[in-house]
């Protein structure tokens, strides 16, 4: 299935144009770095409810 959604250079930069936000570089590794960390931990709680749902007999395919 599809991970987390992360932050990458190409749409930092289109964010940052948008807004007129001048970021400095360590912002920008920053906020990137943020992201993965985000995405990493949202990989490992939908992980821990897939093994919860099975662990029960649900299976994947149930719904909430």
């Known amino acids: ?3 987390p959604a992360t932050i990458s250079w190409a749409s930092l930069e289109a964010w940052a144009d948008l807004t007129g936000t001048l ?18 931990v949202l990989s490992e709680e939908r992980k821990r409810e897939d093994k919860d749902r099975a662990d029960r007999g649900l299976g994947q395919h149930h719904r909430r």
């Open 23 to 40: 970021l400095q570089p360590w912002e920008a590794r920053a906020l990137i770095r943020l992201g993965n960390c985000r995405a990493a």
């Open 1 to 3: 299935g599809w991970g």
